[in-house]
């Protein structure tokens, strides 16, 4: 079996008929932590929400390969189950859904898809309350309505409490920095950091060098016009930040 | 005119004919006060008739069109009623009523009066002459009036204490033949008191019973009246109830109507708020899948200070229609005003329908006056977020549907009130959410 997380060959995905992404080619090994960068524009949304499978979001050439099996023809929430997480840069409001119910409820209906047996409210909450601790996320924020009045640092914090709780084997973190002051940033960070692991790999979607500064990354790839025109090391980021992007996009 | 509307609109219908045969054999009949209150109800009511589109607050819900038929009046029914009321496991003093008549007293509340009406006679206590009548009985509630008018049965309440509670379970028991019950309800609460009025419509069997419900409330001075109201009839009966309310100074009147049954409902409330700083709050959830459920609401702000807040969600599939129809008047000198209305609707499938019609009418300076509508089906973003995360997309679909109702109940009732409302709520939104075949 291959240590290849993911293996993206060739992505051309359309939205609306538009193609958005022309051509990507990217592979991520189990342990390592790699990122998008790119300006507006340059497709960073499309590639996070085709890797998560959102409707209309249309893969018209290439593969993507988790764990070696084709993702594109799995629904999203099998996707979940197998393993895969999208941290949304825009976690949707749902007033009138208990966040806590929320979490049981998505914990359980990925345990029920890979056919482990469901964890009862008090061993959900137990293991809640220990991942929201360490994210500082209070009791109280787990009562309210899922994500519903949130501040931008609750709503990105509460992503990373979902990635901590279901344990993803690939996760996918898009603009996790956007709206966020460097306290919340630093935070979110750490949570980030406690979960690398050798048996999961992470995608960090970002515009600004910032948050990787506190998330450093194995691999850099500079994302333009839907295609990858550059990869490196740690370094690219900080060179990226320098010279902004128009100096890597005439380079390349 | 076609040949129908012509007949119509000269012939006296269904109810006045009633009116002409029976009324010297209505309860009550003969007592002064009440003879003049029921001629000029029917009056009233004469003014439309049973309601065609053509009358402009009835246009999306065809009444007239509905009874084709000839019902007979409802009769006293000698059987007890054998269900239970949705709210049964809550305190309070329980008036049972089938087919529309009161027939069993379980409980008293302490301050609490409670008189027949089908037995009104010349030993009636003042304070139901004092009010009765008075509300939801005029020309712009027709079917209040009618209610009225052909008043055969019903309950007058009168609470002086704090804290009363009082269930009315109207349950509609299986019967053979078409019936129309006209009933009222009197609440009056007097200076500073409160009830807590808990009122279900529940009943089975197949018939084309209309059910015509008049109620009238009366909050004096500081009163507090908490009304949590179920509508869930059968599928194949017609449900109309007309609610007229007055509010004194500084009285709160706060509702949850929830509409599950009926193919065709309508509520039809008047809310007067006549003291200075009176509110009122009303939450309205429907679930249509066939047929119609229908609010429509006029919110008279007669004082300053006034308050009111109004917010009705609709889930409609199938081939359901919701009509959401909300009237907001601030008369002269109701300064301070502050009123909003917000109709929110989900539609689950193509020919579901909503009509959603938000009305302001001004006429005081330095009023905050605020309304919105939404009607679209589920959002893709908050699904595909679910789905992202593990949850099946029927079960997330389901978990968005009961989100969208639990916005409007989940802050508004106590535990004990929200679970009985859900365990009705629930089977409402399978059947609702079921894909058409």
Not at chain 2, 111 to 125: A, C, K, Q, R
Not at chain 2, 137 to 152: D, I, K, N, T, V
Request: hydrophobic share 45%; aromatic share 6%; charged share 25%.
């Amino acid at each position: 079996m291959s240590d290849m997380m993911l293996e993206i060959d060739d992505l051309h995905v359309a939205v609306d008929g538009k193609e958005i992404l022309k051509g990507i080619t990217l592979s991520i090994p189990a342990g390592e932590v790699h990122a998008v960068m790119g300006p507006n524009g340059s497709g960073k949304s499309t590639l996070s929400y085709t890797l998560a499978g959102r409707e209309g979001y249309e893969v018209t050439r290439g593969q993507i390969l988790y764990h070696g099996e084709d993702l594109t023809q799995l629904a999203p929430e099998e996707r979940a189950a197998k393993g895969m997480f999208l941290a949304l840069q825009y976690p949707v409001e749902i007033p009138g859904v208990v966040t806590m119910t929320f979490l049981k409820t998505a914990l359980n209906a990925q345990r029920r898809a890979r056919g482990e047996s469901e964890l009862d409210a008090l061993k959900v909450l137990k293991l809640v309350r220990e991942k929201a601790k360490a994210l500082k996320i209070g009791e109280e924020m787990l009562k309210r309505a899922l994500n519903a009045g949130f501040s931008g640092g609750e709503k990105k914090r509460l992503e990373i409490l979902q990635m901590a709780v279901f344990e993803p084997k690939m996760a996918i973190l898009d603009e996790t920095d956007s709206g966020l002051d460097i306290d919340a940033l630093k935070l979110v960070a750490e949570g980030v950091n406690a979960l690398r692991a050798p048996d999961r790999a992470m995608l960090v979607i970002t515009h600004y060098q910032r948050l990787l500064s506190f998330i450093v990354p194995d691999r850099v790839h500079v994302l333009a016009g839907g295609r990858i025109v550059k990869s490196g090391g740690a370094d690219l980021a900080l060179e990226l930040e320098a010279g902004g992007y128009e100096r890597i996009l005439e380079d390349a | 005119m076609t040949a129908l509307a012509i007949k119509q609109a000269l012939e006296p219908d269904l109810f006045q004919e009633d009116f002409a045969v029976h009324a010297a054999g209505l309860p009550g009949a003969g007592l002064a006060w009440l003879d003049k209150r029921r001629a000029e109800a029917i009056k009233a009511f004469a003014s439309t008739g049973i309601p065609t589109r053509r009358v402009e607050a009835w246009k999306y819900t065809d009444l007239s069109a509905s009874i084709a038929e000839t019902l007979a009046p409802a009769v006293r029914m000698r059987e007890p009623a054998t269900t239970a009321g949705a709210f049964a496991e809550i305190p309070g003093a329980r008036l049972v009523f089938t087919g529309g008549f009161l027939h069993a007293v379980h409980g008293s509340e302490s301050g609490v009066e409670t008189v027949d009406l089908s037995t009104i006679d010349s030993n009636t206590p003042g304070w139901v002459n004092d009010h009765f009548g008075l509300l939801a009985a005029g020309s712009e509630q027709p079917l209040g009036a009618a209610s009225f008018a052909l008043m055969r049965s019903g309950v007058a309440v009168r609470v002086r204490a704090p804290n009363a509670a009082l269930h009315l379970d109207f349950i509609n028991p299986f019967r053979r033949g078409d019936f129309v019950s006209h009933s009222r309800v009197l609440i009056v609460i007097e200076e500073g008191a409160s009830l807590r009025l808990m009122e279900s419509h529940t009943g089975e069997g197949t018939d084309q019973t209309l059910a015509n419900l008049g109620i009238e409330l009366v909050l004096m001075p500081s009163a507090k009246l908490e009304h949590v109201r179920l509508q869930a009839e059968a599928p194949s009966v017609r449900h109309v109830t007309s609610i007229g309310a007055r509010l004194g100074r500084g009285a709160e009147y706060r509702a949850l109507y929830a509409a599950l049954g009926a193919h065709l409902s309508r509520l039809d409330v008047r809310i007067r708020l006549e003291g200075e700083g009176a509110q009122a709050n009303l939450r309205n959830i429907t679930a249509p899948r066939a047929g119609i459920a229908d609010i429509t609401t006029v919110m008279d702000h007669a004082s300053p200070h006034t308050t009111s807040r109004q917010l009705f969600k609709s889930v409609v599939g199938g081939t359901g229609r919701a009509v959401n129809q909300g009237r907001v008047l601030v008369r002269e000198g109701a300064v301070k005003s502050d009123s909003h209305q917000l109709f929110k609707s989900l539609l689950l499938s193509p020919r579901a329908e909503c009509d959603a019609k938000p009305e302001l009418e001004i006429f005081a300076d330095d009023v905050i006056c605020g309304h919105g509508t939404a009607i679209g089906a589920l959002d893709d973003g908050a699904l595909f977020y679910l789905r992202s995360r593990g949850i099946p997309e029927p079960e997330a679909k389901e978990l968005l549907i009961r989100a969208f109702m639990e916005d409007a109940i989940g802050d508004f009732v106590d535990p004990a009130i929200h679970g009985a409302i859900w365990r009705r709520l629930d089977g409402a939104l399978n059947v609702v959410g079921q894909t058409e075949t």
